[in-house]
């Protein structure tokens, strides 16, 4: 074999292997969906959205006290992450730009990005439902919002970044203080690339378990309280999936379509129509 | 009042707010250097009273004895160390074969749509890796697969006690291989950015000179990325060893250390999710966060150093990952 025809056997060779290994990535994608909707279509019904989670054996009950908690729990995450996420990322962008200080907070965000989520479920035990001396929907909050933190201070000071610098100068020659600058362009600007962030991170929240674990619990019946343990979609496909129940194991397939979509659906329009939108706006 | 009044008035206000709105983002970007310290100082001294009792005996000891409230966390850490380096092991080769082929091989139309399906990987909770690998993963291997392993390479010299025993479905094998599946969106979208870093002149020297795609790609591309594919492949490994959901549902959460991959074993995060409710004396309790703080180190060691090296690159390259 010549020497030409193998150097072009090889690359046909590594260019296939690499095709292959994204047919394999896409196969994991499409069989873990195909799963989710096979067993989870067959669960799903109006007493879904109507029931509380049922006791085991019985032949009805649905999800809601766990989709009603975990949109509680989503919400109130975000409503506790994303004012300290964004004004972290403002001074990241804009008045620590540069300084040592930022450096460090900045490598210190990244690694808090990827530290896993049961610590986080541990450090908000330790902080809130030890003194509280119970589990509450609070502390599962809390440990939500210390997850979303950083996937919004990354993207803030990221998409803060990309606005002309020009544009901020040329605020800051009319006489207008940082502040000024900094909300009234600035943050209009770098608006929909904020958005998504903030998007992602609902997404990123809205599944986690292992944070919930030791902090908000479960709760198997209706429950509004913040200070008592509440139902959610990750406890209860947990709870349920790993029970001998039929109709526990039923309603832990329903829970997890339903999560896996809303959470697919919103990465999705968080990556495309919000994204688009700002294409506009952002690239003068 | 008169006008040069009014503006001092109103100059004395934007300095007010400035302050105000100078330090609020400060006391923020504190806070998540103080949340850090809070997360070790938290953990350190809930795990001290397992520290102080076993010392270094802590981490050396394969025994978790709740009935005679004995405690080391070896099989943990060997069940973490084991399941992670496998995972890695699977996904690496994949993920830098869909970095290539979303960077040099895919035509426009495809990259778009295949590069989001392969995040959207990325955006299924782990909670669903886990009930998929227990009820389709786990079966699948247990019927087709582990069979055929230790009947054919069980006996082999070597490397032969790494595939022998009962086929449970349910083990280190199973758990490694939702791990990898979980971290092939995160390694190569870290790979496919660093690729796309690589400056078109470099790799038209190499077409120029008559090189193959492949050999543009092994001559040119990766060694001028060595660093991002290293920092992400970290990065991969940090998730990997930090993740629980999904390895709670498929390790089989047995502390023990067994050579063979089919065994059931457990990891330091799946110990805490399964015990951590039920832990009712104070030393299995401390022991647990023990375990906990032994996952940080190891993490905050890894995903540190990944991000040290990741930093030294273009930092906008890489999103939110």
Same mark, same amino acid.
């Given at each position: 074999?010549?020497?030409?025809?193998?150097?072009?056997?090889?690359?046909?060779?590594?260019?296939?292997?690499?095709?292959?290994?994204?047919?394999?990535?896409?196969?994991?994608?499409?069989?873990?969906?195909?799963?989710?909707?096979?067993?989870?279509?067959?669960?799903?019904?109006?007493?879904?959205?109507?029931?509380?989670?049922?006791?085991?054996?019985?032949?009805?009950?649905?999800?809601?006290?766990?989709?009603?908690?975990?949109?509680?729990?989503?919400?109130?995450?975000?409503?506790?992450?994303?004012?300290?996420?964004?004004?972290?990322?403002?001074?990241?962008?804009?008045?620590?730009?540069?300084?040592?200080?930022?450096?460090?907070?900045?490598?210190?965000?990244?690694?808090?990005?990827?530290?896993?989520?049961?610590?986080?479920?541990?450090?908000?035990?330790?902080?809130?439902?030890?003194?509280?001396?119970?589990?509450?929907?609070?502390?599962?909050?809390?440990?939500?919002?210390?997850?979303?933190?950083?996937?919004?201070?990354?993207?803030?000071?990221?998409?803060?970044?990309?606005?002309?610098?020009?544009?901020?100068?040329?605020?800051?020659?009319?006489?207008?203080?940082?502040?000024?600058?900094?909300?009234?362009?600035?943050?209009?600007?770098?608006?929909?690339?904020?958005?998504?962030?903030?998007?992602?991170?609902?997404?990123?929240?809205?599944?986690?378990?292992?944070?919930?674990?030791?902090?908000?619990?479960?709760?198997?019946?209706?429950?509004?309280?913040?200070?008592?343990?509440?139902?959610?979609?990750?406890?209860?496909?947990?709870?349920?999936?790993?029970?001998?129940?039929?109709?526990?194991?039923?309603?832990?397939?329903?829970?997890?379509?339903?999560?896996?979509?809303?959470?697919?659906?919103?990465?999705?329009?968080?990556?495309?129509?919000?994204?688009?939108?700002?294409?506009?706006?952002?690239?003068? | 009042?008169?006008?040069?009044?009014?503006?001092?008035?109103?100059?004395?206000?934007?300095?007010?707010?400035?302050?105000?709105?100078?330090?609020?983002?400060?006391?923020?970007?504190?806070?998540?250097?103080?949340?850090?310290?809070?997360?070790?100082?938290?953990?350190?001294?809930?795990?001290?009273?397992?520290?102080?009792?076993?010392?270094?005996?802590?981490?050396?000891?394969?025994?978790?004895?709740?009935?005679?409230?004995?405690?080391?966390?070896?099989?943990?850490?060997?069940?973490?160390?084991?399941?992670?380096?496998?995972?890695?092991?699977?996904?690496?080769?994949?993920?830098?074969?869909?970095?290539?082929?979303?960077?040099?091989?895919?035509?426009?139309?495809?990259?778009?749509?295949?590069?989001?399906?392969?995040?959207?990987?990325?955006?299924?909770?782990?909670?669903?890796?886990?009930?998929?690998?227990?009820?389709?993963?786990?079966?699948?291997?247990?019927?087709?697969?582990?069979?055929?392993?230790?009947?054919?390479?069980?006996?082999?010299?070597?490397?032969?006690?790494?595939?022998?025993? +009962?086929?449970?479905?349910?083990?280190?094998? /199973?758990?490694? $291989?939702?791990? @990898?599946?979980? =971290?092939? #969106?995160?390694?190569? %979208?870290?790979?496919?950015?660093?690729?796309?870093?690589?400056?078109?002149?470099?790799?038209?020297?190499?077409?120029?000179?008559?090189?193959?795609?492949?050999?543009?790609?092994?001559?040119?591309?990766?060694?001028?990325?060595?660093?991002?594919?290293?920092?992400?492949?970290?990065?991969?490994?940090?998730? +990997?060893?930090?993740?629980?959901?999904?390895? /709670?549902?498929? $390790?089989?959460? @047995?502390?023990? =250390?067994? #050579?063979?991959?089919? %065994?059931?074993?457990?990891?330091?995060?799946?110990?805490?999710?399964?015990?951590?409710?039920?832990?009712?004396?104070?030393?299995?309790?401390?022991?647990?966060?023990?375990?906990?703080?032994?996952?940080?180190?190891?993490?905050?060691?890894?995903?540190?150093?990944?991000?040290?090296?990741?930093?030294?690159?273009?930092?906008?390259?890489?999103?939110?990952?």
């Amino acid at each position: 074999m010549s020497r030409r025809a193998y150097r072009r056997i090889v690359n046909l060779l590594a260019l296939g292997l690499s095709a292959l290994a994204t047919v394999i990535g896409l196969v994991f994608l499409g069989a873990i969906l195909w799963t989710l909707v096979k067993e989870g279509v067959a669960g799903l019904s109006w007493a879904v959205f109507t029931q509380v989670t049922p006791p085991p054996g019985s032949a009805n009950g649905g999800l809601l006290n766990a989709i009603y908690g975990s949109a509680i729990l989503t919400v109130l995450g975000i409503l506790f992450g994303a004012p300290i996420g964004v004004l972290a990322g403002t001074y990241l962008a804009e008045y620590g730009r540069g300084s040592a200080l930022s450096s460090v907070i900045r490598f210190v965000n990244d690694v808090l990005l990827s530290a896993p989520s049961i610590i986080v479920g541990l450090f908000v035990y330790e902080l809130v439902v030890v003194p509280m001396g119970q589990f509450s929907a609070i502390s599962g909050a809390i440990a939500l919002a210390v997850i979303a933190m950083p996937v919004i201070v990354r993207t803030t000071e990221d998409m803060l970044n990309l606005v002309p610098r020009g544009m901020k100068d040329a605020s800051t020659a009319m006489g207008a203080y940082p502040w000024r600058t900094i909300t009234s362009i600035a943050y209009p600007a770098a608006r929909s690339g904020m958005v998504t962030g903030l998007l992602l991170a609902v997404a990123r929240i809205s599944g986690e378990t292992a944070p919930l674990l030791f902090t908000a619990l479960n709760n198997s019946f209706w429950s509004t309280d913040l200070k008592a343990p509440i139902a959610n979609l990750p406890m209860v496909i947990f709870q349920f999936a790993l029970s001998p129940y039929d109709n526990w194991q039923r309603l832990a397939w329903a829970g997890a379509l339903l999560i896996t979509f809303a959470i697919l659906i919103l990465s999705i329009f968080a990556r495309t129509v919000v994204a688009k939108l700002g294409a506009g706006a952002g690239s003068r | 009042m008169s006008s040069a009044e009014a503006l001092a008035k109103q100059l004395e206000s934007q300095r007010l707010r400035e302050r105000i709105f100078k330090g609020s983002t400060l006391a923020a970007a504190v806070l998540v250097l103080l949340l850090l310290g809070g997360v070790t100082v938290s953990l350190v001294h809930a795990g001290w009273l397992a520290f102080a009792r076993f010392k270094l005996a802590f981490i050396t000891r394969n025994i978790w004895n709740p009935v005679t409230n004995e405690y080391g966390a070896l099989a943990a850490i060997y069940g973490t160390l084991v399941t992670s380096v496998l995972a890695m092991i699977f996904a690496v080769p994949v993920s830098f074969g869909i970095a290539v082929f979303l960077t040099e091989l895919a035509p426009d139309w495809l990259k778009r749509p295949v590069g989001i399906a392969i995040e959207l990987l990325a955006a299924i909770p782990s909670i669903i890796f886990g009930i998929w690998g227990l009820f389709v993963l786990a079966p699948l291997l247990q019927e087709h697969v582990e069979p055929w392993m230790d009947g054919h390479l069980g006996n082999l010299p070597l490397v032969g006690a790494l595939f022998q025993g +009962a086929p449970y479905g349910i083990g280190m094998l /199973t758990a490694a $291989i939702v791990l @990898a599946i979980m =971290i092939i #969106p995160f390694i190569s %979208a870290v790979m496919r950015d660093v690729f796309e870093t690589v400056p078109d002149v470099l790799k038209e020297s190499g077409y120029g000179l008559g090189a193959t795609t492949w050999e543009v790609i092994w001559k040119v591309v990766v060694p001028y990325s060595r660093a991002g594919m290293i920092g992400g492949t970290m990065l991969g490994l940090g998730r +990997a060893l930090g993740e629980t959901m999904a390895v /709670t549902f498929v $390790i089989g959460n @047995a502390h023990a =250390i067994s #050579p063979s991959l089919l %065994a059931p074993a457990t990891t330091i995060s799946a110990a805490i999710a399964n015990e951590f409710t039920e832990a009712t004396s104070p030393l299995y309790k401390s022991s647990l966060i023990g375990l906990g703080v032994l996952l940080f180190i190891i993490t905050f060691a890894v995903i540190g150093a990944a991000r040290l090296m990741l930093l030294r690159l273009n930092r906008r390259a890489f999103g939110s990952v």
